[in-house]
Every structure is written in structure tokens, then in C-alpha cells.
């Protein structure tokens, strides 16, 4: 035991004096976009002006097994069916897109070594992710290489952030839009003010939507009169219907939507209004399998899709459908439809950086990428995704008011189109 | 068609070939010491010329069978089952990830601090363990790693809460004295993992053979004897505890450092952790030195070679599989197996050894020739190994 007891002193005495060796040199990133994007901070400058000549690599590092994997296959089986028409488009002014995947398991240490392997070993040109664990495990490394991480299927606050991370774009709204949007909805409906209660997960995308209404109602009169996170559902839901509230705000993800739907369906609760944020969008999933619970729960929705009657004869969205059927993947799936858009505007800032004055190269792609204002035909009217790199950076700030109808199946438009601006 | 020679061969008794003994301290045993040193350092060597994702990949093994090790030295050689060891991996990490980003601290002045917390945390959690035991005491240690990502989200002024810590590359520039930039980092935590893991395992082999150890051992094989014997039970298994905690917060220290990204939402912290670490410890072998870096390096392995198999939910079904054959067929664990196989050829046994003594005298008689080796029986019975032997059977008589 001597023998252990002297050896973990000296460990820790070596330790400890070389750390004193060692210093923290960090900080924050400061100055304005155009600098932060600039090829001198990275680790091979030459390669991220180099043109993009062969064949453009999309990099994806995504749950391939585990218990997401069923989801965010359904994903990338719609984002590979975009890059493969844009493939028989001729690829990229001639480029074809190649897709490699690695499988992350959605746990960050795989999408950190994934991502090591995406830029070292597969020589990906542009990478994407789904995720914020996601995200944030891959950040680091890609910004400092300067590979560009293009709208990750993520709304992670800090990467909207084009200073702090010049390499990284998601094509989620963030919480802070999205709950701006709601706030606007319930102020058209109660133009004299109303009281809310919200359920929100304690994760990170739960609180973010919580703290984005509070932040969104301020200065208007509507009242926030509880936020409940989503533990039991059960127990949130008899404890917001005691507040009185009129509104209910569910800030969760798909299955805190389903469960806390069911839940008050159970306790008989019945607000004049129950919104839930738009990754809760699937029909199949979430909206279906509550049944009578969800009747007139209402979402905010940006895209023409199968599943909405006015858009089932419209042109892109036959595009859609004949693409993704064709790659085997369903197209009523909101998953696949998430996949497809990803691609999409991913495509659209490959086409416009090889006219772009950078070209098809890193650096070109991702000054794309931060300026974009798109019009993608699957977008319903009066929806964009517009960025223009330094004071705007959330692509997705309007939307259209969907209730869902029990009986039919169907979402059913309440509203018009709603911008958070 | 077997010949009568044949079958009067097969009736004969069966000779197994005796294995070799080596005695410590002999010559042979140092030659065969020198090349083991030689060939790891020869591997690391080796491993600093692998492309960034593969040494990356080496630095997660490495840091993996740290926490490994902790978990080992609680569970394979003490026989208190852990499964909140997730959450002391966590208390170093977010030990780390604090002080570097809120205190300025150079992230390897950060590891003693995670390691001296995970001792602290390990300790309090040990004390149950005074008068709960098996499954009960197994019930605490969940409870610690169902909480942890709670309290992670509840103290969120220091944690990030939901959102979690992110540190950036910035903040984890090699030291200036080792000459690496910060695009170097991976080589730099390669070699601190390696250092790491190395002298943690020999500190863990040093204290296995101690008079503490074999108190250790003794917990877990028979506490009642063991007390008998004037062993103070209870503050073997808090010391240990304690230690064991110590060893996983330096890893989840190095994983911090390795990963930058800390969450209580993406299972690094959780009980898929604690589950990750178990699994590894019983696939490499409890109780054994070399089980955690084998089983380490199985379960960050096998998932890729599963998922290069097939895709989708169906290479995490080959990966249960491929587990399941291993256990079926290993229950022992890798090290374990590998052990006792090597001990059919080569025995290590301490220098007082009878035999050892009988080669040392005859070499006197002899005129000082030193062969460092000699055939003894198979299975030793006659020679029990003493404390200090590496025996398989004495280091995983309980499973």
C-alpha cells in the first residue's frame, strides 16, 4: 500500500507541476463575421480556397443503430433522395455529390471521433449532422479545420452565432423565432391579452423554448402563468389546468407532445388553444396516436407537404413524392420531408457558391451558405430561408397556423402566414 | 480407422506439457518484462502515426479503460457492484469543463481536481456500502447515476444546465513545454492517455498486491473470513470506493478535455454509461489488469465493425449478439480466457517460490549458471501461488 500511497502523491505532484507549465490561453472570438469567416484561422488555409473539381463530399455523422436510428434513417433516406436529384440535375455546375455516412449511435463521443474521420479520412468537402449533442461535439473540430457543418437538423442557440462559429449553420428555426411566432398567433387570437401555462422539457431544447416566450411576450399582455417542466405528463397536466390558463404552450419534442396530449386528454382538461412547436410535426407519430386528445391542437408549420390537401397537386411537392418514392422512403413522413429540406437549401448554397466569386470551395460554399435568401418550392408561400451572415442568421422566420382533425386525419390551415420579425 | 498402436496409445495416461515457471526478479523474468515494455512502447509509438480519427479513436479506448479501471477496482476486485460509476466519470468531467471555462484553470491543473473530487464523491457514496451489501448497495449506486443529469440541469449556473458545457479548442492548447500547437491536440491527449492509463494501471497492480488488496479481495470472496482475519471491512470498501471514484473522475477529467462537449442529455453522463463501462469490464474481465483496456477496446470498436456489417437498428442487434458469444463463450472475459490460457505455458511466480529457491541453489551448485526458468507440474497443486501471484484463480474466484 506504501508503494500506491507514494505513487499517487508523485502522480499528483507531476501533475500539478506540469500543469503549471501549462496555461489557458482561450477566449472569446470577437470582431464581425467577414473576419471570422476568413481562411487564416484554419488549420490548412490552401485547402479551403481550393476549388472543388471531382466530386463534392457530403460528410453525415447520424444515429445508423440504436433506438434513433429508425427516425433519422427516415431522414437521411429524404436527404440523400435531394442530393441524388440534384445528381440527375447535372450535380453541381458538373460536380456530383457523393454521401458518406458514419454511424454516431446519437451520442457525442461517436459524432466527435465521426467527425475526425469525415474530414481526415473521407475528405469531406461539407458535412451535416442531426442533433445538438450532435453539433456541439462536432463544432470544435470542423470550425477549426474549416469544413463547413451546413444546416445541422439542430436549433442550438449559440450556432446561429456566425462570429463564434463561422463554419457551422442549422436549418431548424431557432426556439427564439419560433416562440416569437406563437406569441404573435396568441395575440392575434386574444387581442386583449390572455393567460398562459407552459409545459416544457428540462432538456435543452425545452428550456430554450421556455425561456424564448417568456423573453417574446414581454412588453404585450399576454401572461405567462406557470411553466411546468414535463416530468410525469400527468402530473404537469393537472397542475397547469389548476392555473385556469386559456392557452397551453407545449415546449417538448415528439414524444413530450404525444404524451403530454394524452395527458390532458385524461384529465379532461380543455384549453381554448394548445400549440406545440413544429418538431412535433409528424401526423403519424405524434398527432395520430393521441386520437381525440389532439383534435384542434394546433402547429406551425413552413412547408407544403403530402400529408396538407391544398398541396397534394402541387408541382414540387410531386417532385418530392416521385424522388423519395423512388429512393424507398415514404413520403407522408415528416422525417423524410426534414431530410429533404436539409439537402435542399444545402444545394441551393453549393449552386450559388459555384457562381459565386469563391467558387465550389470551402470558403465559397460557406459564404453561400451564411447568404442566402431562398425561395425553395417547397416552401409555402411567403416562407424563405434568408440569412445574410452577420445581423441575420435564422433562415426560417415565417410560418403558417396548422390544427390538426382528429377525425379526418389531416392538418387543417387556422391562419395565415406569420412572420416572427 | 485407429491402429491397436493407436488405441494403445490413447489409453495411456495423457502427459500435458508442463508450463514454464518464471520466477520474479530472475533473469528471464526481467527479459520477458523488458520486452513487454518494449512492444507498449513500440504500440504508442506506433499509435502517434495513425491518421487523427484512428488516434482519436486510441484516445477514447484509452480514456474508456481509465474509467474502466475505476470501476474494476470497485466491482472485479471487491465485488461491490456499481452502476452510478456514469456519475463520477460526470463529477470530473464537469469538474474539468468548470474550471476551465469559469476559472481560467489550464486544463491539466484541472485532472488532481476532478481526480481529488471523484475520491471525495466516491468516498460518501461508499459509506452505504458500511451496512448495505450486494444488490441493495448496487440500488444506492443507481439512485447516484439516475441523479446525477438532474442535478447537472438543476445547478445550471455552474453546469450549463440543459444546454450543457461547451469548451473549445482555445481553452485546451497543448502545454507550451510540449511544442504541439493546438492543431496537435489529438497527439498531445494521446500521449497524456497513454501516460495515464499506464502509470493508473500500475498503480492499480502495485495496490492489488499490497496487503490492502488482498483485503480487497478478501470482501469480495468472503467477507465473513476475511473479517475474521482482523481485516476492517468496512473502511476497505470505503477506501475503495474512494479510489475507485478517484481513478473514474481523472478519467471523465481526460474525457472533458478530449470531447469538449459536456451534456446531461447525450448519454455520456447517464446510466447508457454506466451500462457502457459495465459491459466493458466484464468483455475485457473483471478482476483482471489487462480486462479494461481489452474490453475498452472492444465496446468502441465492435460498433464500428458491426455497422461496416449492415445498417440500421440491425448492427446494434449484431452488436448485442457478437457480445452475447463473447460472454457465452468467455465468461471469464478476453483477459480472463487469455490468462488462463498463458498459464498452461508460462507461470509467474514470486521469487521465495520453493521451486525458485531449489533453481537458485543449484545454480550456486552449478557454478552460477542462470537459466531463469524450469518445468514444474501442470496446475501446481503442490505449489499454491502465494499472495503476490497473479493467479487467475485468485483474482476471479467470486464470478
Known amino acids: 500500500m506504501k508503494t500506491s500511497k507514494y505513487g499517487v502523491i508523485g502522480v499528483a505532484i507531476t501533475l500539478a507541476l506540469a500543469s503549471a507549465c501549462g496555461t489557458n490561453t482561450g477566449g472569446t472570438t470577437s470582431g464581425s463575421a467577414e473576419e471570422a469567416l476568413s481562411s487564416e484561422n484554419c488549420a490548412d488555409p490552401a485547402a479551403v480556397t481550393g476549388e472543388i473539381t471531382d466530386e463534392l463530399v457530403v460528410g453525415i455523422s447520424a444515429a445508423l443503430s440504436g433506438p434513433a436510428a429508425q427516425a433519422i434513417g427516415q431522414v437521411l433516406q429524404g436527404a440523400e433522395a435531394r442530393f441524388e436529384l440534384a445528381n440527375q440535375n447535372g450535380g453541381i455546375d458538373g460536380v456530383e455529390i457523393s454521401v458518406v455516412k458514419r454511424d454516431d449511435g446519437f451520442t457525442p463521443e461517436r459524432a466527435k471521433t465521426n467527425v475526425q474521420a469525415l474530414i481526415d479520412q473521407d475528405q469531406a468537402d461539407v458535412l451535416t449532422t442531426l442533433g445538438g449533442g450532435q453539433v456541439d461535439a462536432m463544432s470544435d473540430y470542423q470550425n477549426e479545420q474549416c469544413v463547413p457543418l451546413l444546416n445541422a437538423i439542430s436549433s442550438v442557440p449559440k450556432y446561429y452565432d456566425p462570429v463564434q462559429f463561422p463554419w457551422t449553420t442549422q436549418d431548424l428555426p431557432a426556439a427564439s423565432i419560433e416562440e416569437a411566432a406563437i406569441a404573435r398567433l396568441i395575440e392575434e387570437r386574444y387581442p386583449d391579452g390572455v393567460e398562459v401555462a407552459m409545459a416544457s422539457n428540462p432538456n435543452e431544447s425545452g428550456q430554450a423554448y421556455a425561456e424564448a416566450f417568456e423573453a417574446a411576450i414581454e412588453g404585450t399582455d399576454i401572461r405567462l402563468v406557470k411553466n411546468e417542466p414535463i416530468v410525469d405528463p400527468a402530473t404537469t397536466a393537472s397542475t397547469l389546468e389548476a392555473t385556469g390558463a386559456k392557452v397551453l404552450n407545449i415546449g417538448g419534442i415528439g414524444t413530450d407532445c404525444l404524451s403530454m396530449m394524452n395527458a390532458i386528454g385524461r384529465a379532461g382538461w380543455e384549453p381554448e388553444l394548445v400549440i406545440v412547436p413544429s418538431n412535433c410535426t409528424d401526423a403519424k407519430l405524434v398527432f395520430e396516436p393521441a386520437g381525440e386528445a389532439a383534435d384542434g391542437v394546433e402547429i406551425l408549420r413552413w412547408f407544403k407537404e403530402p400529408i396538407l390537401e391544398e398541396y397534394e397537386d402541387d408541382d414540387a411537392v410531386l417532385e418530392f413524392v416521385e424522388a423519395v418514392t423512388a429512393a424507398g422512403a415514404d413520403p407522408s413522413s415528416s422525417y423524410v420531408l426534414s431530410g429533404w429540406a436539409m439537402a435542399d437549401i444545402t444545394v441551393n448554397a453549393l449552386e450559388e457558391a459555384a457562381v459565386s466569386d469563391g467558387g465550389l470551395s470551402r470558403i465559397g460554399i460557406m459564404k453561400a451558405a451564411q447568404s442566402q435568401d431562398y425561395k425553395a418550392p417547397l416552401f409555402i408561400d411567403g416562407v424563405s430561408f434568408t440569412v445574410d451572415g452577420e445581423s441575420d442568421s435564422f433562415g426560417i422566420e415565417s410560418f403558417r397556423p396548422y390544427a390538426w382533425n382528429a377525425e379526418t386525419k389531416k392538418f387543417e390551415p387556422v391562419g395565415d402566414v406569420i412572420s416572427a420579425d | ?399
Open chain 2, 1 to 399: 480407422m485407429p491402429t491397436v498402436t493407436d488405441r494403445e496409445r490413447t489409453t495411456e495416461p495423457r502427459t500435458e506439457r508442463s508450463p514454464v515457471l518464471l520466477a520474479e526478479g530472475s533473469r528471464a523474468y526481467r527479459i520477458v518484462a523488458l520486452v513487454i515494455v518494449g512492444a507498449i512502447t513500440g504500440l504508442a509509438l506506433i499509435g502517434t502515426t495513425l491518421s487523427v480519427y484512428r488516434m482519436s479513436q486510441v484516445t477514447a479506448v484509452m480514456i474508456t479503460a481509465i474509467a474502466v479501471v475505476g470501476l474494476n477496482l470497485a466491482t472485479g476486485y471487491t465485488g461491490l457492484l456499481s452502476i452510478g460509476h456514469s456519475a463520477l466519470f460526470g463529477v470530473g468531467a464537469y469538474a474539468t469543463g468548470i474550471l476551465i471555462l469559469d476559472y481560467a484553470y489550464s486544463p491539466l491543473l484541472t485532472l488532481p481536481v476532478a481526480t481529488a473530487l471523484g475520491f471525495a464523491v466516491g468516498l460518501i457514496v461508499g459509506v452505504p456500502a458500511l451496512r448495505i451489501r450486494g444488490l441493495y448497495f448496487s440500488l444506492v449506486t443507481l439512485a447516484l447515476g439516475i441523479a446525477f443529469p438532474e442535478i447537472i440541469r438543476r445547478f445550471d449556473d455552474f453546469t450549463g444546465g440543459a444546454a450543457g458545457l461547451l469548451i473549445r479548442s482555445q481553452f485546451l492548447t497543448p502545454p507550451s513545454w510540449t511544442g504541439l500547437t493546438r492543431f496537435e491536440r489529438g497527439l498531445w491527449l494521446y500521449g497524456l492517455s497513454f501516460v495515464s492509463l499506464v502509470v493508473v494501471m500500475l498503480l492499480v497492480r502495485n495496490l492489488m498486491r499490497s496487503r490492502t488488496g488482498i483485503a480487497m479481495r478478501g470482501v469480495r470472496d468472503h467477507e465473513v473470513a476475511i473479517r475474521s482475519n482482523g481485516v476492517d471491512v468496512a473502511r476497505t470498501k470505503v477506501i475503495t470506493f474512494g479510489l475507485s471514484g478517484a481513478i473514474t473522475g481523472y478519467a471523465g477529467g481526460l474525457f472533458a478535455m478530449n470531447v469538449g462537449a459536456l451534456s446531461p442529455d447525450g448519454g455520456s453522463f447517464t446510466l447508457v454509461k454506466s451500462i457502457e463501462l459495465i459491459t466493458a469490464m466484464f468483455i475485457g474481465g473483471a478482476g483482471t489488469l489487462l480486462g479494461p483496456l481489452i474490453g475498452s477496446t472492444v465496446t468502441v470498436f465492435l460498433p464500428e465493425l458491426t455497422s461496416t456489417w449492415t445498417t440500421g437498428p440491425i448492427s446494434g442487434v449484431l452488436f448485442g449478439v457478437t457480445l452475447i458469444v463473447l460472454v457465452f463463450f468467455m465468461p471469464e472475459g478476453i483477459a480472463g480466457r487469455l490468462q488462463i490460457v498463458i498459464r498452461r505455458f508460462v507461470r509467474v511466480v514470486p521469487s521465495d517460490h520453493p521451486v525458485a529457491r531449489r533453481r537458485a541453489s543449484s545454480t550456486q551448485n552449478s557454478g552460477g549458471k542462470v537459466t531463469g526458468e524450469e518445468p514444474v507440474a501442470a496446475g501446481g497443486a503442490e505449489h499454491p501461488p502465494g499472495p503476490n501471484s497473479d493467479d487467475a484463480s485468485s483474482e476471479g474466484s467470486s464470478r
